[in-house]
Structures are given as structure tokens and as C-alpha cells.
């Protein structure tokens, strides 16, 4: 079971006391009338009556069972290939294309409307590269298409008489005609193909379960050419259909390869090695990005964690089986189907019955054994409830689905698994692949698409022809910077890491710490004046002046023994900082100590594992320790030298909290002086479950007000990092976020008398660089090649890691009139990444923004409110 919980309901079950003693207790059958009846075993259910899956494997076949739904996941702002002249402004429409109406719900016959591409790229960038820095040669995981089909695709609407609801079904039943057609991609909904049918066609085919004459209208509703916003994901649709011919398993989105799995059976876990695939256009070319990617699944079924639930504890093993699985995501074998487990039931089981189509009353016992030849050995489990996705996205929610334990696998990791080091340890080496590795997979997966004659013989019919090499893109590598210490003493942060060379090094700013209180428990009184003593002398080794702190001892170190004890010690005094030394990393007493020291009573706090005070590394762990108190009273260790007045460096970022599903909290950290060292920082709630934050001009309204009341006066440039927002919420982003952040500088300027930038940074990306087979050196910039024709937009690595493949970090910005040119906007993106004060090396994006996520990560985790006001102006989340 979860320690955690992510926030999931605990399901019917919660609620429930044991009948009989074990899982398997006599539960009552189903009758006709009972509400579950109606619902159905999985999506199989609806096929039982016609063959279903035999039915594909007669006449379905397997090559179009790979299509993919239009519009997910693919990039929706597209150029035409070659496409030139102005640039329209930031965030406006540009160029119009003429489409068609098409999908699931789209209006009957020939219908053309205008899209419009949202171009994010400023209108006064005309050249986006920079050019400061060490010119080198990259990989990266991408393969060119070296011929791209320019035909015109023809949509077609089809239709069946009489109605045919399972996809797999139509899929067959369309392809006994494929003479006909030649040709084509069908969808279960709309066929595209590149030949020019008439406008009505009329087809007669027979359902072989049950003999069944069905006709089909095909009717024309419109076409998409070179240009078009959505041409390049009809290549993305021909490019999953050619992984199904690779014998891969659809799993949710991506495509696993179960017959190459690697097992781990001393964890019950199954390692899936798969690929990521998308298709769009890029600054020149269309270019493919592929990854390689890994599915963990485990060996147990739903079945064998209920029987552990009941051995582990039989009074609650009801609500704890209920909060392990709902929520989490679980396959099914025998249709290879991925549900989200909503609840369990009780009062069903597998004998219990529900209806077919033809009116028959079967047992769930029966259906399997007749449809997949599957004898189940339980017959008194409870039952589980998920609902299949609704086939109209109008739709509210789908149908009830009902599925047994004991056909489904669970998929991912529990809290507890992560927290399994050994676990953790034996996932790595297969997860975390390095560069070198990384490159051979990917070229053997592309011989894989090569070797394939189905492959080859579908993309010759769409005039595609990709490249067997990856894709060389010429990039640059910043120079290394240069730290300033107190004293004005110069660290050069070679290779993006000064942990070493700092040691010795005095604070910019320090400050003191005269009144503080440590909290400990009678077992370790003695151990702490150890480390108290070291923390003291590496102190004033950094110039940070720390008298000794008052010593009290905790006798109840459970989470509400630590919150009466801290209430009675600040209720009486607020010292300048509490710092709390703990047995563990439980949770619920971390967050009783954040929420007492952030809400409640509002002191900078420290909490420390009790290990650490005898660890071999100890001088070390203090000297970071120390860097991090100084920090969380106002000081700084070090600053970068950034020449630009009037600069404010906003960082926002979005965590969806825990324990309240919906809820979401946006963390704003702004910088308030010229060396960046002085930050002011807030949080709002927002319950829509939308990442898009309505308060966020409103918080950035008063970090202005916040710098004007530190420097006497309002910020002349304004550079914004935001985080949190998906590649798909830029238009929302753009006219909802910047537009009423405009309108809100504007009211405090009198006008727009300020200069600002709007970046959005994206962490989570599959583009991977390789540099002579080894990850690319800290500082590399890319903007060129694979980048995006109607952005502004660059990658920025800045950071090493010690295994695997290092991931970059994607800028786009997407308003700018803050007055610097790309180069000098990719140097100071790459500077800041040198002032989070956590760590001795760079991070993955600039520090405002990390230093964003760590406050909303804190809110949304574990204090779930906003800090009291009193701490804004100081880094206490650090």
C-alpha cells in the first residue's frame, strides 16, 4: 500500500467490513436486476456476439489496428515545407489553409473552414541563432525523411448499415474491399488515401460471426495537402501502422516490445523496451524524432496484491486494497487493454452475470472461457470498476466496465517500490541508458523499419523514404562562467560544477544567526553537539557567524507530538530559525513541521535526518547545510555577473496538490536586485484543475511592487520563465496569461513603459544529443535544424549527469520585446542556471524557475495552503 496515496478515492470498499474471514469470502451472486449488470467485462464484452478478435484475425488483420486518433500528442502548428516571406507578429494568426471538417461528430459532406496557425515567433526575430561560443558537431535522435509524398489525401467519411460499433469489427469489414480502395488509412471513422474515389461509394460485406450482410457508405467530406495544418499527422498515422507491423504492443499511446522484455523476477517486475515516435516539420526538413522508452510491469495480478492485503492485515484489508489499486493503471492480457481502476465492488463476482447483446444472461466465468479460453480460479473475488473512453469527446465519462483481479496486471511503481533501493538500483541499470547505447538502439530500430517489407512496402505507397543515419546538427558551447564570492573572488565553474573550489570560499552576503533552536530526541542529545560543533567551524569558514543554539529535547516524535511541541516553544518567542532533527523521511511529520513553521507560525526551519550527523561526510553535508541556513535568513553565497539594468527574472511554475485532486497551487519567485540574490516569492491556489493560473498577473503585479519598494523604483525589463504548461496551452498561455499580465503592467506603468519576455520552459522532452558518442558538455546550445520554423525557440544544455543520457531543456519565447538579440538571450538563459543555492553545480532550468518548483512542490506536497506573508521575501523553501 501507498504511504502516500496520490491523492486517490479509497473505493467502495473503504467503507466495508469483512463477511467471512479472507479474500475469497462467499459474496453474493448477481440477479438480473442488480446494478452491475449492465455493465460489461471490458471492451470485449461489446464483441462477444460477432468473433471480435477472431474476427480481426480472419479479416481485420493487424496493419490498420496501429491508427492513431488525429490530434494527439502531434504538434498542431505546422509550416509548410519551404514555406517563407514575413513573420506575422507574436501570437498572432498566420497564413490560413483550407481543411475539412473531419473525425468522430464532424458535419456531413463537403465543408471547408479556415485554420489558422498560432505562430509564437516575435516579429522583429528574423534571425534566431546566436553565434557566441565553441562551434561543435551534434547528433541528436532524429532521422530525416529524404522524400516526402506531396499528393493530395482525400478524407472519407464511412458509415455502416446497420450500425457496427466495434472499431476492430470495421476495420475488417473495410478491408475486404482494399482492391477497391487501394491504398488508405482507416481510422474507424474516416479513411484517407492519396486515390481520388468518387464521391459516394457503396460497399456489401459480411459479418462472419454471425452471417450478417452490412453496407457501407463511403462519402468524400474533403481533403488535406502539402501545407495544410494537419498533413504531417496523417504521417504519424502511417508511421504507428508501420510499428504494428513490427509485432510492438500498443500500450496506452506508445508501442512495447513484450517478446525482448527483460524480467527481474526477485521484484515481480517485467521490463517493456518501446519506442516514441513524432513527426512534424522542423526548420528545413520533416524530420522524425524517435525514442527509446521502457514500460515496467509487474508479474502480479490484481489478485495476488489482494490475497497480500488480507495476509499482511485481515481487519482493514478491504480499505487497503481499495487505496493500493484505485487510481492505478492496469493491462489486461488477454485484449492487451490499459484501464484506470475507479473503484471496487464487493458485491460481485466472476460468477455473477450481466447481459449479452442478443439478451443472453452470462457469468463472467463463462464469457471468458468461451471467448479466450481463460478458466478463472477464484470465483468469489470482487470485481473491479473502470469505464472505457467515451467514443464521442463530448461525452462526460464512458461506460461502466467490470474486469476480474485475476486477469489484470498492475503497471508502474508504488511509492513504496521508489522508495526501494535495492529496486531502484536494479531498474537503473536497464532504464538509464547511456549515449553510446542509446545511438545503437536507435539505429537498429531504424534497420528494424528497413528490414521490414511491410515497412517499406507502406511507406514506397506514400512516397516516404527515411534516412538510415541520425541526424548532425551543428551547435555551440558556451564558455564556462565565472562566480563571484565574497571579497569579489572569482570561482570558474568549470564544466558547470564549483562544489570543490567553493569550500574554502566566503559568503557574497552573510548574515547572523544568533537565536536559533534545535530540536532532537533524548536518544541523540549526545550525538548532536558533535555536529552542532562542526556546523559551527565551517561556518566561519564561509563567513557566516552562528552562535550556539538552544538544545530541547522531543519525547514524542510522532507528527502531532511535533506540532504541539513547536506551538509551545513559538508561541512564547519566534527564534530565527528552528531546526529539527528527525528519524526518518516520513512524511506526515515533515509536513506537520512545514506546516507549523510556514502557516501557523512563520520561521525559516530546517529538518535533518539523524544519520547525517555521523556520516563519513559529514563537513561537507554541514558546509551545505550552513550555505542553506545563511540562504533562508537572506543571505547568498555567490552572484553572476548579469550587465543589464532594471532586471527582474521571474520564475512560475504549477504542482497539482496531493491531497486534493483538482486543486492545483502556481509558485511565483522573483528576483529583487541587480546580482539576483534578493527574491520575493508567493503562491495561489487554483481549483479548476487547469495549470493555466488566473492569478498570475496579479502575482507578478506584486513582485513589481516588491522591486520598486526594494530599488525606489519599478523594473525596466521584465524576463519571465514559465513552467508547468504543456505544448499544447500555448495559444492559452499566450492569450490568456500574457494579455492580462500586459493589461496589469500597463495599469501600474501608466502605460507600457517596460520592456518584458515571456519564455516557457519544457523539461520533458524525447529530443536527446550525442557528442562523439557521449553526452554533449555543459553549455550547448542548439537552434538550429530541429527546431521549430514559427518559434523562437533553442535548447539549452546545462547540466552533466553521471549516467545515462542527459535530457535538454526547450525554451520557446513566445512574446519578446525586452531588447535582446538571441545570442545574448540564450548567454543569461544559460547564466542564470549558476544561481540555485541548493547545489554547487548547475541546474536544468534558470533558477527562478527551480527555485519556483521547489516552493510549489513544498506547497502542493505537504503544507497544501500558502505560506504565511511574512516569509515572501526570503528563500525559507530552500
Not at 85 to 107: M, N, Q, V, Y
Not at 175 to 199: C, M, W
Not at 676 to 691: F, R, V, W
Request: proline share 5%; with cysteine.
Amino acid at each position: 500500500m501507498s504511504e502516500k496515496g496520490r491523492g486517490r478515492s479509497r473505493g467502495r470498499a473503504s467503507s466495508q467490513k469483512p463477511q467471512q474471514p479472507g479474500p475469497s469470502q462467499q459474496l453474493p451472486h448477481a440477479q438480473p436486476s442488480g446494478s452491475h449488470e449492465s455493465r460489461r467485462p471490458g471492451q470485449t464484452v461489446a464483441q462477444a456476439t460477432s468473433g471480435g478478435r477472431g474476427f480481426q484475425q480472419r479479416v481485420g488483420g493487424k496493419g490498420d489496428s496501429a491508427v492513431a486518433q488525429i490530434g494527439r500528442g502531434i504538434e498542431k502548428m505546422v509550416m509548410p515545407p519551404g514555406a517563407g516571406g514575413d513573420t506575422p507578429a507574436e501570437g498572432t494568426a498566420g497564413p490560413s489553409f483550407l481543411i475539412t471538417a473531419t473525425g468522430r461528430g464532424a458535419s456531413r459532406g463537403k465543408r471547408t473552414i479556415s485554420a489558422d496557425i498560432f505562430v509564437t515567433k516575435p516579429s522583429h526575430i528574423v534571425n534566431k541563432k546566436g553565434s557566441h561560443g565553441n562551434a561543435i558537431t551534434l547528433r541528436s535522435n532524429y532521422f530525416k525523411f529524404i522524400n516526402v509524398t506531396d499528393w493530395c489525401v482525400y478524407q472519407y467519411r464511412v458509415d455502416f448499415a446497420p450500425e457496427e460499433d466495434r472499431t476492430v469489427v470495421r476495420k475488417g469489414l473495410v478491408k475486404l474491399h482494399r482492391k477497391s480502395i487501394g491504398a488508405y488509412i482507416f481510422d474507424g471513422t474516416v479513411l484517407y488515401t492519396s486515390n481520388q474515389l468518387p464521391e459516394k461509394m457503396e460497399f456489401l460485406s459480411t459479418r462472419q460471426s454471425d452471417n450478417v450482410h452490412i453496407k457501407i457508405d463511403m462519402r468524400i467530406v474533403g481533403s488535406i495537402s502539402q501545407g495544410d495544418p494537419h498533413y504531417l499527422q496523417f504521417f504519424n498515422i502511417i508511421m504507428r501502422k508501420c510499428l504494428d507491423y513490427l509485432d510492438l504492443k500498443l500500450v496506452t499511446r506508445n508501442y512495447f516490445d513484450p517478446v525482448n522484455k527483460i524480467c527481474l523476477p526477485e521484484h515481480k517486475l517485467e521490463l517493456w523496451p518501446g519506442y516514441i515516435t513524432s513527426i512534424r516539420q522542423h526548420e528545413r526538413d520533416v524530420l522524425m524524432c524517435a525514442e527509446i522508452t521502457t514500460k515496467v510491469m509487474r508479474q502480479e495480478t490484481l489478485l495476488d496484491i489482494l490475497n497480500d492485503c488480507y495476509r499482511i492485515d485481515r481487519q482493514n484489508f478491504k480499505r487497503n486494497f481499495a487505496s493500493t489499486v484505485v487510481g492505478t493503471i492496469v493491462l489486461t492480457d488477454y485484449n492487451n487493454n490499459t484501464y484506470r481502476i475507479e473503484d471496487v465492488d464487493y458485491n460481485a463476482n466472476p460468477k455473477s452475470t450481466f447481459p449479452m447483446k442478443d439478451g443472453e444472461m452470462r457469468s463472467y466465468v463463462d464469457y471468458y472461457y468461451k471467448k479466450y479460453g481463460i478458466k478463472i480460479t477464484d470465483f468469489n473475488q470482487p470485481m473491479l470498476l473502470t469505464r472505457n473512453k467515451p467514443k464521442d469527446r463530448q461525452a462526460d465519462e464512458g461506460n461502466a466496465v467490470y474486469l476480474v483481479p485475476e486477469l489484470c496486471r498492475a503497471t508502474g511503481l508504488t511509492d513504496a517500490m521508489r522508495d526501494n533501493f535495492q529496486m531502484m538500483r536494479s531498474l537503473t541499470q536497464f532504464t538509464c541508458v547511456n549515449a553510446a547505447d542509446r545511438i545503437d538502439r536507435l539505429l537498429s530500430f531504424n534497420k528494424r523499419l528497413h528490414d521490414k517489407l511491410e515497412v517499406q512496402k507502406e511507406l514506397n505507397q506514400w512516397n516516404l523514404t527515411l534516412d538510415k543515419n541520425l541526424i548532425e546538427i551543428n551547435a555551440r558551447v558556451l564558455p564556462p562562467e565565472d562566480l563571484i564570492f565574497g571579497g569579489n573572488v572569482p570561482v570558474r565553474a568549470t564544466r558547470g560544477d564549483w562544489g570543490r573550489e567553493m569550500q574554502s570560499k566566503r559568503c557574497l552576503i552573510a548574515k547572523e544567526l544568533i537565536d536559533w533552536v534545535v530540536i532532537v530526541s533524548e536518544r541523540e542529545r549526545r550525538t548532536v553537539q558533535n555536529f552542532i560543533d562542526m556546523l559551527l567551524k565551517v561556518s566561519r569558514g564561509i563567513s557566516f557567524h552562528v552562535e550556539q543554539p538552544k538544545i530541547l529535547t522531543i519525547r514524542d516524535d510522532r507528527p502531532s507530538g511535533y506540532s504541539e511541541f513547536l506551538e509551545e516553544i513559538l508561541s512564547k518567542q519566534i527564534p530565527q530559525l528552528i531546526f529539527c532533527i528527525v528519524q526518518n523521511n516520513r512524511i506526515d511529520r515533515y509536513s506537520a513541521i512545514k506546516k507549523k513553521c510556514c502557516v501557523d507560525r512563520p520561521v525559516p526551519s530546517q529538518v535533518y535526518l539523524q544519520k547525517n550527523l555521523i556520516h563519513k561526510n559529514v563537513k561537507s553535508i554541514a558546509t551545505k547545510v550552513a550555505i542553506q541556513m545563511n540562504c533562508k535568513l537572506g543571505g547568498a553565497p555567490w552572484r553572476i555577473e548579469v550587465p543589464i539594468e532594471g532586471l527582474m527574472v521571474i520564475g512560475f511554475d504549477v504542482c497539482h496538490d496531493t491531497a486534493n485532486p483538482g486543486k492545483d497551487f502556481g509558485a511565483m519567485v522573483a528576483s529583487l536586485d541587480k546580482s539576483l540574490t534578493k527574491y520575493y516569492s508567493t503562491t495561489t491556489a487554483h481549483m479548476d484543475g487547469n495549470e493555466l493560473s488566473r492569478t498570475f498577473a496579479v502575482n507578478i503585479h506584486k513582485a513589481a511592487v516588491a522591486y520598486r519598494a526594494h530599488n525606489k523604483s519599478l523594473p525596466a525589463r521584465i524576463l519571465i520563465y514559465r513552467d508547468g504548461v504543456g505544448e499544447g496551452q500555448l495559444t492559452q498561455v499566450m492569450e490568456q496569461e500574457v494579455v492580462d499580465l500586459r493589461k496589469k503592467l500597463n495599469d501600474l506603468y501608466g502605460g507600457e513603459k517596460y520592456r518584458m519576455s515571456f519564455v516557457v520552459v519544457t523539461k520533458r522532452l524525447n529530443t536527446r544529443f550525442f557528442w562523439n558518442n557521449t553526452n554533449p558538455p555543459t553549455g550547448t546550445v542548439v537552434d538550429d535544424v530541429i527546431t521549430c520554423p514559427i518559434r523562437y525557440d533553442f535548447f539549452v544544455v546545462s547540466q552533466q549527469v553521471r549516467q545515462g543520457t542527459i535530457t535538454p531543456t526547450s525554451y520557446n519565447v513566445i512574446y519578446d520585446n525586452i531588447g535582446l538579440d538571441p545570442d545574448k538571450m540564450q548567454r543569461l538563459t544559460y547564466k542564470l542556471t549558476h544561481m540555485y543555492y541548493n547545489c554547487s553545480n548547475t541546474v536544468r532550468v534558470p533558477a527562478p524557475c527551480h527555485y519556483a518548483h521547489k516552493l510549489a512542490f513544498l506547497v502542493s506536497k505537504f503544507i497544501h495552503q500558502p505560506p504565511n506573508s511574512q516569509l515572501e521575501n526570503t528563500l525559507f523553501f530552500l
